[in-house]
């Protein structure tokens, strides 16, 4: 099994910036691809952005694109959420998730931001 844990949530003013961070911990040999979603009130979790353990290859939703920037450290485990230009519309509670060569199978507990204006 792979453990996450989340960390680096909370509070900010609209055009401010939070940095997320997951740590891995367990199985993480298995781990290929990392991401972080996020679910807001009333709605349904959706993806943000994603990005492979070994290439480094990144993908981002296209209401994030140019305002998050996802890293890893692989000699950490760590995988972080650089949220700039942070909008209202951006107050999600996020999760980081780790996946094989499927689709995603481990989730963290989820850590709350909240954007105010």
């Known amino acids: 099994q792979v453990q996450l844990v989340e960390s680096g949530g909370g509070l900010a003013q609209a055009g401010g910036s939070l940095r997320l961070s997951c740590a891995a911990s367990g199985r993480t040999n298995s781990v290929y691809g990392l991401g972080w979603f996020r679910q807001a009130p009333g709605k349904e979790r959706e993806f943000v952005a994603a990005?492979?353990?070994?290439?480094?290859?990144?993908n981002y939703a296209d209401s994030v694109k140019g305002r998050f920037t996802i890293s890893r450290d692989n000699a950490k485990n760590t995988v972080y959420l650089q949220m700039n230009s942070l909008k209202p519309e951006d107050t999600a509670v996020y999760y980081c998730?780790?996946?094989?060569?499927?689709?995603?199978?481990?989730w963290g507990q989820g850590t709350q931001v909240t954007v105010s204006l």
């Open positions: 990005i492979t353990r070994g290439g480094g290859r990144t």
């Open positions: 998730a780790s996946r094989g060569m499927g689709s995603y199978d481990y």
